[in-house]
């Protein structure tokens, strides 16, 4: 609806960053991660100091659910948003891939329409295109027999993480969070790369002009080195590297997750890749999948199996 300007600085939709560092930072440059922003901040290790912040069952003062067996003061939700504040910054231009900006974002998006991040976009999109599975806190509506688990935390939540958001900063918002939270299956996450892939129209409604799909997931620099969208990744400029196999081609969209996920949409080759798993569990230090380049591999599977040849097959020296 053109109510949001990505060239302008935080501070314009934010009032109380007037004055940080911060609130001058570009809302362009927080969505592709080159802001300044540092990587993230480990909230809980600070919550965990404080004996009064946790309680293994719901109370008065522990309202706010963290997990299944983990409730926090409420009143921690401020103190999250003062440290992303006041945390230092450094100069804008360089990638550093960084959540605490999303937080910024979550607070625009609630601040514009008046709802709760998860209830705005249940009502704007995933309710009425029938994407049932996309819910943030989905043990609301769900069995949790449905979802996989995450990890078995013993830090912080003491416990199996299975149906509530893994990333810890997430988890002390209540599970709605800007940058994590957001569950779904394959078969919905697949419906909602398609209706990108095809410009925004999906079911016969289009959800979003084709201008604004375009101007969202193109990169945002013309710099090869940096490829970065505005919330989404692109292919990397040289073979073997980036989020995608080689055959992926140069204007194919989407994203990866901590947890061991991807998506992927490729309008050129009419492809759609969506990969789930766990990777976080038993714990966050499993990194076979990475190590091993699953996702990539069974991507280049994919495309090959589709005939689907490299995109630097005609790169000559």
């Not at 960053?17 to 440059?29: I, M």
């Not at 480990?42 to 100091?49: D, N, S, T």
């Not at 709802?115 to 806190?137: E, M, P, T």
């Not at 230090?285 to 090959?304: F, P």
């Amino acid at each position: 609806k053109g109510e949001i300007d990505r060239n302008s600085p935080l501070e314009n939709y934010l009032p109380e960053l007037e004055g940080t560092d911060l609130g001058t930072r570009l809302l362009q440059d927080v969505l592709a991660h080159r802001a300044g922003l540092t990587s993230w901040i480990p909230f809980y290790l600070e919550a965990l100091e404080d004996s009064t912040a946790f309680s293994p069952s719901k109370t008065t003062e522990h309202s706010l659910q963290v997990s299944n067996e983990c409730f926090m003061r409420p009143s921690w939700k401020d103190s999250i948003w003062d440290r992303i504040v006041t945390a230092p910054l450094d100069p804008v231009g360089k990638h550093r891939y960084s959540d605490l900006g999303y937080y910024a974002i979550q607070r625009i998006v609630e601040r514009k329409t008046g709802k709760s991040l998860d209830q705005f976009v249940d009502d704007i999109l995933y309710r009425r295109a029938g994407w049932s599975s996309f819910s943030f806190n989905p043990l609301q509506k769900n069995d949790v027999r449905e979802i996989a688990p995450t990890e078995n935390d013993t830090l912080f939540r003491k416990g199996r993480i299975h149906g509530t958001v893994h990333d810890p900063g997430a988890a002390m918002l209540g599970g709605v969070c800007g940058h994590a939270g957001l569950f779904a299956n394959a078969y919905d996450l697949a419906r909602l790369m398609h209706m990108l892939r095809m410009g925004g129209s999906y079911g016969g409604i289009d959800w979003f002009e084709p201008e604004t799909v375009v101007e969202w997931t193109k990169r945002v620099d013309e710099d090869p080195e940096f490829r970065k969208a505005s919330g989404f990744d692109r292919p990397a400029n040289e073979p073997d590297s980036g989020p995608t196999c080689n055959e992926a081609s140069a204007s194919s969209f989407g994203h990866s997750g901590f947890t061991g996920t991807l998506a992927w949409a490729d309008p050129d080759e009419d492809v759609l890749f969506v990969f789930l798993s766990n990777r976080t569990f038993p714990d966050a230090s499993n990194r076979t999948l990475i190590e091993w380049d699953v996702r990539t591999k069974i991507q280049h599977e994919a495309y090959q199996s589709l005939g689907v040849r490299s995109r630097f097959n005609e790169i000559r020296p």
